[in-house]
């Protein structure tokens, strides 16, 4: 409760709980437009979305995270089941799938709200609260083909964010990393672990690796220096093809199949013209547990990783030249540099993988998957920082055509009320100060504060005869039509339809911010 | 955890918590259809959204919602601050606006879910965790404009909805309420408790009311009878008139500017063409504490309560005709007709009024508020009701424009890739089947069950001539484009585009649904 102060009034702690947030104003304006030019983009490829509770049974959540379990928040037990908040969008979708047996296949979407009891970083992005953007494909289907869309998804994406060019696929394969650990020596028991280590080669260097896997995880040196030979590597498919060429290598059945996997999804990216974006990336590993097949993350300039200098330093066998990676960034601090979003790593805006086992851990039914996690807070930053960056126009936070306005003393709210029905009856989105008698001045502050494009003046001259003024606001002084056109009262509808020219009547009506970010290199979808 | 069995696999309860349900398929398509004819309207008037956490600290949320705190969640004490899960939008939407003090005015809409441990009835509509739709205008503005276009929106949603004709508001004031109670002579400490028995005549009969204020609340029974008198009358501007010539009312501060706001509200409301669906209901008190003027309450055909009868033929005093009001239903249980929603009332659609002191409870700023909420979930169990019942074309659940698919043995994968990317290019919402060789039948099937409009067939003869056939899916017998048209693939994207018509780039694609609501006289926005 709050204090009560000498009056018996209330102090309340005015804030918001800690590590969230409230959305308003343009953060509103560019999150909904990402989040639209995601979900068009889902759309374009048959999928559909589902929408599960934001806590589920305590259960379920159970044994899904490891270590990171102690990062749930559980509901109080007020009597009745023990649930607890959603940690992250695959498992409710696992527990779906596993309770809907009718489903045999389905691309599914699904934008929503997660949590994580973690230490907040609110300058770092890192939030108990957030986003996240999940697309996955289930079904049985042949190899490699919805590998193949996710990564030509992930694309459109970027490219319709108006980053083409900025960002890079790295791609890599559990079974291509789990045939080498075996070739190399890894005892069964130690692969997982070991995986996890070769993971963090993106944000510390090959020498602090071998030195967890030697020291910390007892692994034998000499076996953790011929990993090292290989995770170090990366490329296209030159890479692929020394690879295919390493008869020690291929002589272990899961890598030779997760080689014939990689080489049959580098002919599908081509074709798909995915390809140029893609670095096979041999230090992917990915932390996640429940990865079965082919694992990516999608990095880009501005959080590209220190470590990838480091790395290249340091080792040897580089024996392919590093394909397309984006130019390394300014000295980043590594931690600033992380992830609000564990389960994407250091420096990467989106990541995901094939998971074929997941759904059979709720059911008996095996149902392969693949899918990919969207980062959208930290696109949200990134698109937000250049468009400060940018300094391009003052986004819009309404869609407002039209301000009807009173020129004189009289107010004419009746009349301004009418006109303003009448647009709305045709779907023109249409505002009037609600005054009785507004200043003029105030009414025109209200329209140049939201950026409307549009006003329609009125007066008791013009009245009289049956007309009134439409007005673009904004033109230059000396443009003939400064001061407005005269219309025939009523033809207005018509008149004023022919000049906003944008009927409503959908969900998406940010078209001020389309353009905002346009104008900053955010390219629209190339078909508009 | 789940039990274990025999075999050490882990059996889960493949359940989601109680009072919660997934959202998925055709729900899904006509959830999604009803959150955007209504996030269209409030655009149409220039309203802006803003996104809260889902929990609040709980302190925030103590002391604001009475008796029914009890039904608050908790998050458990896992260290830190004490959070509760929010239980409206409109105490955290107060709670914004204390915290952001430069803020003067906004009109804000907030679509998201609540969450009460209220005991769930799923067969009645009544969740744990279930939408609110929330519409508010912060503000100092002249008296009743804000309020007016209010109830100008609630038309339009209605209406869009296609429920023209087929619902009415229902409309009161709470200082005219107030005024009443006051010549009636109710104390001063009885006027919230007595006004809370009024407002429970949309389901009980007077004579039950009256116990319950003479018997359970103490009132003198010759108050209670005098009260009576006023409470059950309805009507409209002939309503206004009797009471404004009431003397011993208007001699009553409260009562005489209420009804003052009242006069002022009809006359614009008949402006905005809304007059026509409103009903002066003086039975209506709303329950929660905060409202301070105008209240309101919309109830449709599909929810008219039973007890309307009841009133009218228990009740001596009504010298007006119940205007307009919707043809009673069919007997119902009064309790099968009870919303999720308590903040809605028994048979209500959507449910608000005036506020003018809650931000106040937060911070010493005043700051005038009024608002509506609506019952999406309600809205949502009628529309669905209405669709089934009328036999309205199958729902599709995906927007896929074009189907691409492979005739004869080969498979032709490269070739459907291909062409299935260049329409991607284009913005084409576009699939194909995920196997190398998939028999023919399978993927006329695929397209068949996403209600695909197009087909693209490619075949071997085709291939070779540059060419491939563009086929209209569910034509009749005989028709002479049964067969597809031979189209050039040198121009398939314009041959495509020009047939679908709908490049993308919009976040509402459910265009299918649209015209399925049409169908079933669920007009979509006049203007398109």
């Given amino acids: 409760m709050g204090k009560k102060d000498g009056g018996g009034k209330t102090n309340y702690t005015l804030k918001v709980p800690k590590g969230t947030k409230d959305w308003d104003g343009s953060d509103m304006v560019i999150r909904e437009k990402i989040f639209s030019t995601i979900t068009n983009v889902f759309k374009r490829h048959g999928a559909v979305t589902i929408d599960t509770p934001v806590f589920e049974l305590k259960e379920i959540l159970s044994g899904k995270y490891g270590e990171d379990s102690k990062l749930i928040y559980d509901l109080a037990d007020q009597g009745g089941e023990l ?38 970083a609110m300058t770092k992005g890192r939030m108990r609260e957030f986003y996240q953007c999940d697309f996955d494909i289930a ?40 045939g080498i650990f075996k070739v190399c020596g890894v005892p069964d028991d130690k692969i997982r672990t070991i995986s996890s280590a070769v993971d963090k080669l993106d944000k510390s260097p090959w020498t602090e690796v071998r030195r967890e896997m030697t020291e910390d995880k007892g692994l034998d040196p000499a076996v953790a220096d011929k990993i090292g030979e ?24 899961s890598a030779k199949q997760g080689l014939a996997d990689m080489e049959l999804l580098f002919n599908y990216l081509e074709i798909f013209s995915v390809f140029k974006h893609v670095s096979f990336d041999m230090s ?80 008996g039914r095996a149902v392969p998957c693949v899918g990919i996690s969207f980062g959208v807070e930290r696109i949200f930053s990134i698109t937000k920082a250049r468009i400060e960056a940018e300094k391009s126009a003052k986004l819009r936070t309404t869609d407002t055509d039209v301000y009807i306005m009173a020129m004189g003393g009289t107010g004419l709210l009746k009349e301004r009320m009418e006109i303003t029905k009448r647009l709305w009856d045709v779907g023109v989105k249409a505002e009037f100060l609600w005054k009785v008698k507004p200043k003029f001045d105030k009414q025109f502050q209200a329209a140049e504060r939201g950026g409307v494009p549009w006003s329609i003046l009125l007066g008791d001259e013009e009245l009289k005869n049956g007309q009134c003024k439409i007005k673009e606001l904004g033109l230059p002084e ?51």
Same sequence: chains 1, 2.
């Fill in 478 to 528: 000396g443009h003939p039509e400064k001061n407005g056109v005269l219309v025939e009262l009523a033809n207005l509808e018509k008149e004023v339809l022919g000049r906003v020219n944008k009927p409503s009547g959908n969900a998406d009506g940010v078209e001020s911010v389309i353009k905002a970010l346009e104008s900053s290199n955010m390219a629209a979808a190339p078909q508009s």
């Fill in 83 to 120: 649930c607890s908040l959603r940690y992250d969008l695959t498992v409710p979708f696992a527990r779906w799938l596993a309770m809907n047996s009718s489903i045999q296949n389905i691309k599914r979407y699904h934008i929503a709200k997660v949590y994580r009891r973690d230490q907040p």
């Fill in 139 to 178: 079904g049985q289907y042949d190899a490699m083909i919805p590998d193949a869309e996710i990564l030509r998804i992930t694309c459109e994406i970027f490219n319709e964010l108006g980053w083409d060019g900025k960002y890079t696929i790295k791609i890599n394969h559990r079974k291509i990393l789990d």
């Fill in 284 to 363: 992917l590993a990915r932390g996640l547990d429940y990865y079965t097949g082919v694992i990516y993350e999608v990095i880009t300039e501005a959080s590209a990783p220190q470590a990838a200098q480091q790395l290249s330093s340091s080792a040897s066998a580089t024996n392919s030249k590093p394909a397309k990676t984006p130019k390394a960034s300014k000295q980043v601090n590594g931690d600033d540099d992380r992830s609000n979003d564990p389960s994407v790593g250091v420096g990467s805006i989106a990541a995901g993988g094939r998971y074929d086992e997941l759904v059979g851990m709720f059911s």
């Fill in 230 to 253: 290989y995770v170090v590597r990366k490329g296209g498919r030159d890479l692929l093809e020394s690879l295919q060429a390493d008869a020690t290598l291929t002589a272990n059945d």
